[in-house]
Nanobody
Framework: QVQPVESGGGLVQAGGSLRLSCAASGRTSSTYAMGWFRQAPGKEREFVAR????????LYAESAKGRFTVSRDNAKNTVYLQLDNLKPEDTAVYYC????????????WGQGTQVTVSL
């Protein structure tokens, strides 16, 4: 079992940046990928980005392309989500989750970290 813990959220003005971190405890070597999701008030949770542990391959939602960057530090068992040029509509709770294998769904979720973007 790999348990992720997010950090790095906060309040930022539109156009600003934040870097979210997701520290994963447990056997990360057996994890296929780590993903970032977000949930805005009154909306469904949505996929943002994911990165594969073994080769660093990334995948982004359309809303994240060009502004968000997902990366990893294998030595620290940590995944990052760099949020640039933030917009008020990016306001949400951001969650990190682990995907054990390619065929399995995201299984273990962090508690989330709040990102608030003001005008």
């Amino acid at each position: 079992q790999v348990q992720p813990v997010e950090s790095g959220g906060g309040l930022v003005q539109a156009g600003g940046s934040l870097r979210l971190s997701c520290a994963a405890s447990g056997r990360t070597s057996s994890t296929y990928a780590m993903g970032w999701f977000r949930q805005a008030p009154g909306k469904e949770r949505e996929f943002v980005a994911r990165i594969r542990w073994n080769d660093g391959s990334t995948l982004y939602a359309e809303s994240a392309k060009g502004r968000f960057t997902v990366s990893r530090d294998n030595a620290k068992n940590t995944v990052y989500l760099q949020l640039d040029n933030l917009k008020p509509e990016d306001t949400a709770v951001y969650y990190c989750a682990t995907k054990p294998t390619r065929s399995q769904d995201y299984m273990y979720w962090g508690q989330g970290t709040q990102v608030t973007v003001s005008l």
